[in-house]
């Protein structure tokens, strides 16, 4: 029984899997991107005159230049040089030794972004960090240029030193996993399209915990999904040393003086998605037909989002009573570890008032049979079972969240 006695039910579901492979190139283009811009800004805008990319699509500059200009490289100009280390494996963190049938097993469809329990559609993605070398050869007309670039850089780039920060991404959905999702979420597809593209995108991002968008890929000219994740962890090292040369000898004259800069970046980056539905994999992930199954199977409670007083659910988890707990009354669980920082201080704000917190918190225990009832020692962070019951038990915590946010704003 729920918290307003209504029966539990419990469902069981058969689920097909499917492991999906983005393209890599997508994350080496995000790692281009970023150290580009991340060098630039680093100068006056209008201080380089020339910036070229290795690597880049050869009728890019055509786009800018005339032959004229084409036909000689103003200063200052910045040629940069990206290098992928394709045996970076994080001191083998990124080695997968299992194969896809493992990764497919073990991967829990509750851990994904994309969840619609009401159709049993799942979308879930693993990372990987990727590791990228950058070479910055700058070139200047004088010597007297080069001196100040040298000391400037020193100071800008944080030479011999490592650097971080968290940054905003937007992560390539490849369209096989997109029409498939819009199928099992009954989208009409014409054409390998989505016909009703603006109501597939609003349902999509009512049950995904990232926003979902669909915007131009500029790789291949087509509009298609992506996932914009935020707080993605960047690293970037400048350990070696600048280097400047003694430039190039032309007639009487001394000209095109270098300096050059190795960085190196690492960030996360996706390294496969894993699609779990109920219904039929269809054709639009013809490559992954040999690692689709329909062997895993789950029971689930019917838990409301919701509890009765309108307060969302905050936390779910399962706790497992050791084998000598089952002899014992009142058998005390540490939840402390269920509240992050900024709810710890609200519940001891209102501890220290003579308040409980469970003014704004409901805590529910569920059973595989039945709910149980419990009580909270706030003051200990110790949830108190009567009676031990056999097996696991849930624990779902629900949080006012208005009040929740209020008090904290209070407290900053």
Request: charged residues 25%; contains cysteine; aromatic residues 14%.
């Amino acid at each position: 029984m729920d918290e307003l006695g209504l029966p539990i039910t419990e469902y069981k579901y058969t689920l097909e899997s499917a492991l999906c492979v983005p393209s890599s190139v997508h994350g080496y283009s995000l790692s281009v991107e970023y150290m580009r811009d991340w060098f630039i800004e680093k100068f006056d805008p209008s201080y380089f005159k020339t910036v070229y990319i290795n690597g880049k699509h050869v009728l890019d500059d055509y786009k800018r230049f005339s032959i004229g200009q084409l036909l000689k490289i103003e200063k200052p100009a910045v040629a940069i040089t990206p290098m992928i280390n394709f045996e970076y494996d994080r001191d083998r963190q990124d080695i997968y030794l299992g194969g896809k049938e493992l990764l497919l097993g073990r991967f829990n469809h509750n851990k994904s972004f994309f969840k619609d329990w009401e159709k049993n559609v799942f979308l879930g993605l693993n990372l990987r960090e990727l590791e990228v070398g950058f070479n910055y050869k700058i070139r200047v007309g004088t010597r007297a240029q080069q001196v100040d670039l040298y000391r400037h850089m020193e100071l800008a780039f944080r030479i011999g030193s490592t650097q971080y920060e968290y940054i905003s991404v937007d992560f390539h959905i490849p369209m096989e996993l997109m029409l498939n999702i819009a199928i099992s979420e009954g989208y009409e597809i014409l054409n390998d399209k989505i016909v009703d593209l603006v109501g597939f995108v609003n349902n999509i991002n009512s049950h995904s915990e990232f926003p979902v968008v669909y915007k131009l890929r500029t790789i291949n000219g087509c509009n298609e999904f992506f996932i914009r994740v935020p707080n993605v962890y960047v690293h970037i090292a400048c350990l070696d040393k600048l280097q400047a040369d003694d430039g190039e000898r032309e007639g009487s004259l001394e000209n095109n003086f270098h300096v050059e800069m190795n960085a190196v970046l690492r960030i996360m980056v996706p390294h496969y998605y894993v699609y779990k539905s109920a219904q039929k994999i269809t054709k639009f992930i013809p490559t992954l037909d040999s690692n689709t199954f329909g062997i895993y199977e789950f029971k689930i409670f019917d838990i409301p989002e919701i509890n009765d007083r309108k307060w969302n659910k905050y936390v779910v988890t399962a706790y497992e009573f050791d084998k000598d707990d089952l002899l014992l009354e009142n058998v005390q669980i540490d939840i402390s570890s269920l509240f992050n920082n900024n709810i710890k201080k609200v519940i001891d704000n209102q501890i220290s008032i003579g308040i409980s917190p469970a003014s704004f918190m409901d805590l529910v225990l569920y059973n595989y049979s039945e709910d149980s009832d419990c009580t909270v020692d706030w003051i200990n962070m110790k949830l108190i079972v009567p009676k031990a019951i056999s097996g696991r038990i849930h624990i779902v915590i629900y949080i006012d969240t208005i009040f929740y946010n209020e008090q904290l704003l209070t407290l900053k």
